[in-house]
T-cell receptor
């Protein structure tokens, strides 16, 4: 079985400041890793994912995450946040076999303050 | 391309009533997932289908919940009878088959149905 721990339920940060949202996972098998974002009253959107290869993955809007196998972590970072980044962020894992369910963390609410 | 479509977007009902939530996956996708989101438990898988066949329904809370996928373009989640503790946001997600060459690892989520049981 897999499990995901997001260490911070809420993260307030000032606009243009850097941010890190932490994610640790536990699994007895190899997994894919994901970050999804949920804006208010909307569904989840894929932000970025790690499948294999380079451990640093990036999104089109400036977020990046690094897979650290030894620490079983997949922390999300952005060097300079915008008001529009205010949302709930979910870390998730799935087994490496395609078309398998996601196991989610509890989410981190990022609030960007002007 | 149309994304995953869910209906209704909001449902308010009274305890004991039957509730049916509907989902239309993205055309060509062959896996469909139902998740439930609550403040207390976060996002949890209820059931998922591959090629219209239920693969894992261990997340379905109890016999009051049932899900069907009669064809590749439609799925329902039914709660009968509904209870206040069923109040949550229910998400449907779909993903493409390996043969499509697309990212089978990526699930595409609908906007969700917010259910309130009074």
């Amino acid at each position: 079985a897999q499990s995901v721990t997001q260490l911070d339920s809420q993260v307030p940060v000032f606009e243009e400041a850097p941010v890190e949202l932490r994610c640790n996972y536990s699994s007895s098998v190899s997994v894919y890793l994901f970050w999804y974002v949920q804006y208010p009253n909307q569904g989840l959107q894929l932000l970025l994912k790690y499948l294999s290869g380079s451990t640093l993955v990036k999104s089109i809007n400036g977020f990046e995450a690094e897979f650290n196998k030894s620490q079983t972590s997949f922390h999300l970072r952005k060097p300079s946040v915008h008001i529009s980044d205010t949302a709930e962020y979910f870390c998730a894992v799935s087994r490496i076999s395609g078309n398998t369910p996601l196991v989610f963390g509890k989410g981190t609410r990022l609030s960007v303050i002007a | 391309d149309a994304g995953v479509i869910q209906s209704p977007r909001h449902e308010v009902t009274e305890m004991g009533q039957e509730v049916t939530l509907r989902c239309k996956p993205i055309s060509g996708h062959n896996s469909l997932f139902w998740y439930r989101q609550t403040m207390m438990r976060g996002l949890e898988l209820l059931i998922y289908f591959n090629n219209n066949v239920p693969i894992d329904d261990s997340g379905m809370p109890e016999d009051r919940f049932s899900a069907k996928m009669p064809n590749a373009s439609f799925s329902t989640l039914k709660i009968q009878p509904s209870e206040p503790r069923d109040s949550a946001v229910y998400f449907c997600a779909s993903s493409p088959p390996p043969s499509s060459g697309g990212p089978t690892d990526t699930q595409y989520f609908g906007p969700g149905t917010r259910l309130t049981v009074l």
